[in-house]
């Protein structure tokens, strides 16, 4: 997933991502070999065939994160230059920014957290013969993937509607007004006429 939204920052730049997109078959092909060499009891050691898929999710994390991060930081200055801006058209700038840097630190929040659970793991699998920590680090890792994506998506949308918020504060308010339509109703036993309708 992060590799996708990194590709989509940059404009679907194959360059961007040609890094991470080597990584990643390395991280889908050691499960397979470590799956293997359970199944066939082969006697090599499965924790650092298991290493080897945490590595290459730390280095696809923090490559990715941090192209994403200095694309959305540098945004503005890649603006300025390609565009004469007026200065209303400044002002909003100026104003997407301060929204735009605080998604920036919710995703460097969000990948921080995750990537050192990572790396907790891929520590505890190089260094640790106690299993228990491992089963422990690997089940929460990937519970975390989740929360750490929908964290992402919940904060974004309180930021943007504290923004909204706050715009809206000083601004005027305007009303609607609604009529009462009066109509004639007459009831009978077996039906109901409405009468003006």
């Not at 964290?151 to 609607?176: C, L, N, W, Y």
């Amino acid at each position: 997933m992060m590799i996708y939204r990194c590709w989509k920052i940059y404009n679907k730049s194959i360059k961007v991502i040609a890094l991470p997109m080597l990584l990643w078959p390395g991280g889908v092909v050691a499960p397979c070999i470590w799956m293997t060499c359970i199944t066939l009891s082969t006697g090599i050691s499965t924790a650092k065939i298991s290493s080897i898929f945490w590595a290459f999710s730390v280095a696809i994390n923090i490559y990715t994160t941090s192209c994403i991060v200095y694309r959305l930081l540098i945004i503005d200055r890649i603006l300025i230059i390609r565009v004469p801006l007026s200065s209303q058209v400044r002002q909003i700038v100026s104003k997407t920014a301060s929204l735009r840097n605080k998604v920036v630190s919710i995703i460097v929040e969000s990948a921080f957290m995750y990537t050192s659970l990572t790396t907790v793991v891929l520590i505890s699998l190089s260094t640790s013969n106690n299993g228990k920590l491992v089963y422990i680090s690997t089940a929460a890792d990937v519970m975390f993937a989740g929360i750490c994506f929908d964290m992402i998506i919940i904060r974004i949308h309180q930021e943007f509607v504290k923004d909204v918020i706050e715009s809206r504060e000083g601004a005027p308010t305007s009303s609607i007004k609604f009529e009462v339509a009066h109509t004639n109703i007459q009831t009978t036993d077996l039906e109901t006429h409405v009468v003006g309708v």
